[in-house]
């Protein structure tokens, strides 16, 4: 039992993993959730006596409370951290069964204000431990209680009966979440670091600039799932290279912008999903929640479905977006007649002007451009050779260009090294410096296919720049991608490691495609197919003759039964005196004699320590067969060994009695 003061530290820290794992909070607030609970852990391990400090400790948290609302972390935020506080306070100081108790609701409040605003797998393996720590705590609080009426050396809780409990508790909470309606929560609208190409973290902007462009960070943050709703689905979306977000014509400078006027990509809306439309791709997207909302789409002619509740709407840029920011993954299912060239008119006269303007500081584009192709070409013909040319430049995100006073002439010029930035930006300005319309596009590639899963994953890593261009002679909007192939990264890399990462991503993507968007839609669907099930089994009903002979023999079981509750009704009550515990006793209690059995009401430990009032010099071994007999009684006990020991002592009973 030398671990049982440590038993009441379990529930808080099981609960800051659970908040830990939600990813929601700043790492000073997880910082300042720990600090009470490792110096609860330090004065525990130090046996330090604390109980005078009382009032100082709780000073401390009304500070702590003060200062917290002073500095606006937010009202949950508050609300877990000053839980986290309490938990570090009771565990520092004596405490009582009530206070115990006190600890383990403390611990349950941040649990289940974690539980509302997350829906991670994560999240799943942490409550399970959560309540088989909680479960440990309710066993060690109920068995001291029960050991201090019965006396004697305190004896180990039955802890095999913890993962029982637990395992029960899961599959009640899944009997539940079956049949109850859900409700999603969020405390706090955008949880993400999303910083943009523009930034140190990788991911998609709405603004380009070469000059406020430093080193790229890599973010493995989720983007969007693309699922296959075919094998036929498969071979052709792979094809799919290049995802669209929004395009960036305005240009002030070396600093592209998103303009209103661009035309979005036009769509239809898709009915009712019925197996697809013939001769086109069927997919379905798992959009992640991110404070733009954009939508990447591929090339071609789109159908889309949104899901009820999330409408879509234009922006700046022709792209599109949800109406409302969403906070947690959407469903959008999309049919696609794939094409290389964008669905988009000619320009009139007014865009074709800001199609073909170009700013101040970036001549260098035009001479380049001019080394590379001097005479004049077709538009087609002209892009392709220029991305061709610059396709031979080193591709980093180290960005050595981005402190030049000219960025763009620098990469041109010096280092003829950069990112996807610069060679989209540097390949439109060559165009428009010979008079082709053309325009930057960020977005996203496609991404790795995770066979584990059966989808194509895309995070902030495959945010992507490339260039639009309009073909006079086809009269087409054309994409030219300029950047060369980086080399593999993230689960590109082949390897172990990189197999249990995409095994993981594909867990994740499951937990939240059958669990996290379980409705009330899928509710239905289950009983319908239960329904449907139940339709098809054979229709037997039982004739007249058989209906009365299955009734007869279910009133003779019954019958059957009552007569044998009743004889055993009876047996019990001829021994009133039976002792509760095990049956192991059976040979003591014959040759202790009448004299000594057992009297209506009397323990079993009782009896047995009675019993060495007629034989004082076995008092030792009768309270030690005590000890025994409540540890088989109450679990813990070996009951072979039990049986042993009242086997020998029976033999000395016989002996020394009937001597």
Known sequence: MRLAPWIDHIPPWLAYGAVVSTGVYEPAELAFMAVPLLFAALAGWRRWELGSWRRAFELLALACLLGLGWVRIGMVPTIVAMLFLLCGIRLSLP?????????????????????ISTFEVDFLAWSILWVAGAGLVLMQQAWEGSARLRGGPLQEAPW??????????????????????????????????????????????????????????????????VVPRSPEGVREAASLALLRGLALESLDGQRWEASPDTPPAPYRRLGAWAGGIPGRIDLEYFVAPSPSGILPLPYGRLWLAPPAGMPIVEGRGGSLHWLFPSRRAIPLRLALEPSADRSEPPPDRERRVLLTSVGKGTESAERYGRRLVPGELPARETAQRLARALRTFDYTLDNPSGNAANPLQDFLERTHAGHCEYFASALALMLRYRGIPARVVNGYRLGPWIPEGGYWLVTQNEAHSWVEYFDEAAGAWRVADATPAAPPAGLDIPGIWTAVQRWVDAVRFRWDR????????????????????????????????????VLGAGLAGLA??????????????????????????KPLLKAAGQPFQPSTGE?????????????????????????????????????GRLKELVKLEARIWRRMVGG
């Open 95 to 115: 405490r009582d069964l009530g206070q115990r108790r006190q600890l383990l609701l403390m611990s349950f409040l941040v649990w289940i204000t974690t539980a």
């Open 160 to 225: 095999r009966r913890v993962p029982g409990w637990t395992l029960g508790a899961v599959l009640l909470a899944a009997g539940f979440f079956s049949i109850l309606p859900r409700i999603t929560l969020g405390f706090r609208a955008f949880p993400w670091g999303v910083a943009g190409l523009t930034s140190a973290r990788a991911g998609l902007s709405d603004s380009l600039d070469p000059g406020e462009t430093g080193s790229i960070a890599p973010s493995g943050e989720l983007v969007l799932r």
């Open 514 to 549: 059958h669990v996290v968007r379980f409705s009330d839609q899928d509710q239905m669907a289950g009983l319908e197919w239960v329904r449907t099930r139940l339709s098809r089994l054979p229709d037997w009903r039982p004739g007249r003759g058989t209906r009365f002979s």
């Open 560 to 585: 059957a039964w009552a007569a044998w509750r009743a004889r055993i009704g009876k047996r019990g009550a001829r021994r009133p005196g039976r002792p509760p515990g095990p049956n192991l006793l």
């Open 603 to 639: 323990t079993m430990r009782r009896w047995l320590l009675r019993l060495s009032w007629r034989l004082p010099e076995r008092a030792d071994a009768m309270a030690r067969l005590a000890d025994e007999a409540d540890a088989v009684a109450y679990g813990g006990g070996d009951p």
